[in-house]
């Protein structure tokens, strides 16, 4: 069966976890919370999976525990014990996030969320990106607002800033990123099958470093029947990452 782009883009995000363990997983949006749900029916099945709010779910949406909001802060937060994937309005080359408002702070253009957890997040564990649709607007060569830290940033703020600071990876529509060069500046890990470097190169304000770029994986026969029959039968995930 032929994998669709929003299919590639879930295990794409199910990847993000692989290694992870028993650590609390907060996949914000569908193809995030697609992604950590089948990352926990295949290969990491201690995720502790987070609704967003007050409770630890099995994939198919069953209770299996209680996390409320000051014991989060106090106990998985500080200690790195947590792996969200976020969304970005705007990201520059050196992962810097922003949810919070497009053009001058004082007189946006735009006002969105807010930094809300950005800021926290960013500083305290891991943190990766869903961008659903890569474009100049959102791959910038830098953000308006910093809401969530990246790694030049976390330099200047000094070691206790960098001592949990991780920003994993970007997936999006296009493929796969991270921050593994010298300058932590971005670089392509895999683009996904049917995208073009120079799809990639149009899509991005910023120089990119494609020099180990491969295929990002297509799902197994498992992972599609997982995909398609279980946890996104209504194929919502299309309506987000159109074939």
């Not at 914000?28 to 290969?43: D, E, S």
């Not at 909001?69 to 080359?93: C, E, S, W, Y």
């Not at 995208?195 to 120089?207: P, Q």
């Amino acid at each position: 069966m032929s994998a669709t782009r929003a299919e590639i883009a879930v295990v794409a995000v199910a990847e993000l976890f692989r290694g992870d363990g028993e650590i609390v997983a907060s996949p914000m949006g569908l193809i995030p919370q697609l992604g950590a749900k089948l990352a926990r029916l295949t290969f990491e099945p201690d995720l502790l999976m987070s609704d967003g709010e007050a409770y630890l779910v099995t994939p198919d949406g069953v209770v299996e525990g209680w996390q409320p909001f000051r014991k989060m802060l106090d106990t998985i937060v500080p200690h790195g014990r947590r792996h969200v994937v976020m969304g970005a309005n705007q990201i520059d080359r050196f992962g810097n996030q922003n949810i919070s408002a497009i053009g001058d702070h004082a007189r946006p253009k735009k006002q969105l969320l807010g930094v809300r957890g950005a800021p926290g997040n960013t500083v305290n564990h891991r943190t990766s990106y869903w961008v659903p649709r890569h474009g100049t607007r959102i791959f910038v060569d830098s953000v308006d607002v910093v809401s969530g830290v990246g790694y030049d940033n976390a330099a200047k703020a000094g070691p206790s800033a960098e001592k949990y600071h991780d920003v994993h990876r970007v997936v999006t529509n296009l493929g796969v990123f991270d921050f593994a060069t010298p300058d932590h500046s971005m670089r392509a890990v895999s683009v996904h099958p049917g995208v073009t470097r120079d799809e990639v190169v149009a899509a991005t304000t910023f120089e990119i470093d494609f020099s180990g770029a491969g295929t990002s994986r297509e799902p197994t026969a498992e992972e599609l029947r997982l995909i398609r029959e279980v946890l996104d039968p209504k194929s919502l995930r299309d309506k987000e990452v159109p074939a």
